[in-house]
């Protein structure tokens, strides 16, 4: 137990798995925060009387590895830097406490909102769509699964929230490594915050990271991935929010 997690267990208290179907928020609007990590403590106070901290089997932290898709001229990549909407992200995504992988379509529809659906895979190498895959994800997008490569690898740290009345998901992801061949890339002293809800609305959450002046932005995992690693890849709309938020924080190879 590292003292991250002590700290959670002496501070919030917990929820259990089979409590938060409610918040699931499979289909939802996201708000993203980037902010220092030594921020979390005094958010995690802040919090603990409106909200309680996930736990599975003891452990309140949870490490995610999730690997992503994309064509060959990463198409779905250049959706997200042009801004349009009714665009995906196709990955899998693990979870190493529970030992499940899922693999997941996310969608941002024409209303900007999140929609999200996957299928439990026993796909070990996670490189290449088995057929019950690409059934799925050409039953639920027009996406062609032939023309889907893999194309880089994240890993990271979560501690989730949920406030009382499981309306609002907060998520809170750390220690963000990248990987792609040989390459690794690790933000050490950057958290990322999600506050997750099916309608937007002002919470605990948002009033302290108000009043933290942080203010809500951020470039997807997946996109901040692609600016990190392909650069012949267009990220020029990206580029003034990338210098202002990421680049401040240590980038640890």
């Given at each position: 137990?590292?003292?991250?997690?002590?700290?959670?267990?002496?501070?919030?208290?917990?929820?259990?798995?089979?409590e938060i179907n409610s918040a699931s928020l499979m289909n939802r609007k996201d708000d993203k925060?980037?902010?220092?990590?030594?921020?979390?403590?005094?958010?995690?106070?802040?919090?603990?009387?409106?909200?309680?901290?996930?736990?599975?089997?003891?452990?309140?932290?949870?490490?995610?590895?999730?690997?992503?898709?994309?064509?060959?001229?990463?198409?779905?990549?250049?959706?997200?830097?042009?801004?349009?909407?009714?665009?995906?992200?196709?990955?899998?995504?693990?979870?190493?406490?529970?030992?499940?992988?899922?693999f997941e379509i996310k969608q941002k529809d024409n209303h900007g909102r999140t929609l999200k659906s996957r299928i439990e895979t026993e796909n070990d190498k996670k490189l290449i769509l088995n057929s019950e895959e690409t059934k799925y994800l050409e039953s639920n997008t027009p996406l062609n699964a032939k023309e889907l490569q893999y194309k880089l690898a994240v890993e990271y740290d979560r501690i989730t929230l949920v406030n009382i009345d499981k309306t609002?998901?907060?998520?809170?992801?750390?220690?963000?490594?990248?990987?792609?061949?040989?390459?690794?890339?690790?933000?050490?002293?950057?958290?990322?915050?999600?506050?997750?809800?099916?309608?937007k609305t002002n919470t605990p959450a948002k009033i302290f990271l108000k009043k933290s002046k942080?203010?809500?932005?951020?470039?997807s995992k997946y996109c901040l991935g692609v600016i990190l690693f392909f650069e012949n890849i267009n990220h020029n709309r990206f580029k003034h929010k990338y210098n202002k938020i990421y680049k401040p924080f240590k980038l640890v190879s």
């Open positions: 137990m590292n003292d991250l997690e002590a700290f959670l267990i002496r501070t919030i208290p917990s929820i259990q798995l089979e925060y980037v902010v220092n990590k030594s921020l979390i403590s005094e958010m995690i106070v802040d919090l603990s009387k409106n909200y309680k901290v996930l736990e599975i089997n003891s452990k309140r932290i949870f490490r995610y590895h999730s690997t992503y898709f994309d064509t060959d001229d990463f198409r779905l990549y250049k959706m997200h830097h042009s801004g349009k909407l009714n665009r995906y992200k196709i990955r899998y995504r693990s979870y190493f406490d529970s030992n499940s992988t899922f609002e998901r907060i998520t809170i992801d750390l220690n963000l490594t990248y990987k792609i061949k040989n390459n690794i890339e690790c933000f050490s002293d950057m958290a990322i915050v999600e506050v997750k809800q099916e309608n942080i203010r809500m932005g951020g470039i």
